[in-house]
């Protein structure tokens, strides 16, 4: 298929990568100018991007981003035709979500959000898990591109369910990792070896993926960026705004996030998310 891939960060070079590895025609754009993909063309603006696609693939940070690299000037919305579709893997807020499904099939064309998880590692290997709302028959037909860049489709709803379901699944990830930070600050506090409470913790009932995942990072002290604590940061944000819209109260979610107001502040947006275990680790010193 003819694709034009918009953002070539973390996810997005590797999902474009493996767009051009499965034999699709594919132009990326990206904002800074200094990023490529081997083997595909590259577009000096959305518009460009798009000016021959069957599809648009966007992949940017936020809410802001999606709307300039669609609707923003020479945004791939100049080039939406009749019978194309826009695919969003961004994660963003549902409800601008389903606004700008509304415009893009006032063209004629057709939109859907397909947030992912996985993050860096599953993104390399194309083994990404995507949350997809939309019609039926328009996802059926990026399955082709789905099937290049994932492992797992699920189908979650119409426009907007997608995200909705994303955002759910990440404050439980939040919370999981957060728990996981704490009681490994208490334990250590009181004395436990590290390496006792990860073999109790993998043998008992709170057994997670988020910690089967996080555990070896942690016990190297590597907070590297899988999923950047930036990108937790403003999907906590989103996560309260829905909430607030739909008049749901996340108590928890709440002083989460002032771990992660703080870890913004001491400059720590660009590591891991695993890294607010520092956050949780300095509030308990001196005591
Ligand atoms: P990254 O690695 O932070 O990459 C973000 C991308 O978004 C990158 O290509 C940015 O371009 C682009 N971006 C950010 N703001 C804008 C604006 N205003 N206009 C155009 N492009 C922009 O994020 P990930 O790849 O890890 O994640 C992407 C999404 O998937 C995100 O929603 C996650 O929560 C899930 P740059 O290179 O900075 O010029």
């Not at 949350?131 to 059926?140: A, P």
Request: hydrophobic fraction near 45%; charge should be neutral; include cysteine.
């Amino acid at each position: 298929m003819r694709v034009a891939f918009l953002g070539l960060g973390i996810m997005g070079r590797s999902m474009a990568a493996n767009l051009v590895k499965a034999g699709n025609d594919v132009t990326v754009w990206n904002r800074t100018t200094n990023k490529s993909v081997d083997g595909a063309k590259v577009a000096s603006s959305p518009k460009e991007a798009a000016a021959n696609a069957e599809v648009v693939w966007i992949c940017v940070s936020d809410t802001a981003a999606v709307e300039q690299v669609l609707f923003g000037k020479d945004g791939a919305f100049e080039s939406v035709r009749s019978g194309m579709t826009v695919a969003d893997s961004s994660t963003i807020l549902p409800e601008a979500s389903e606004r700008f499904a509304v415009r893009v099939r006032e063209r004629g064309a057709d939109f859907v959000d397909a947030p992912v998880t996985g993050s860096k590692i599953a993104a390399e290997g194309g083994t990404l898990i995507f949350m997809t709302g939309g019609k039926d028959e328009t996802i059926q037909k990026l399955d082709p591109l789905f099937k290049a860049m994932g492992k797992t489709v699920l189908r979650i709803g119409d426009n907007g369910k997608g995200l909705a379901a994303k955002l759910a699944m990440n404050l439980m990830i939040a919370l999981i990792y957060e728990g996981f930070a704490e009681a490994l600050t208490l334990a250590t506090k009181l004395g436990v070896d590290q390496q006792a409470l990860f073999s109790l913790i993998q043998s008992s009932m709170v057994r997670s993926g988020v910690v089967d995942y996080k555990m070896p990072f942690v016990e190297k002290r590597d907070f590297s960026p899988n999923f950047p604590l930036r990108l937790m940061h403003k999907d906590i944000r989103l996560m309260l705004e829905a909430a607030q819209e739909s008049g749901v109260a996340l108590p928890g979610l709440e002083t989460v996030k002032k771990i992660y107001d703080q870890a913004h502040a001491d400059g720590r947006d660009d590591l891991d998310y695993a890294a607010t275990l520092l956050n949780v680790e300095e509030l308990s010193k001196g005591k």
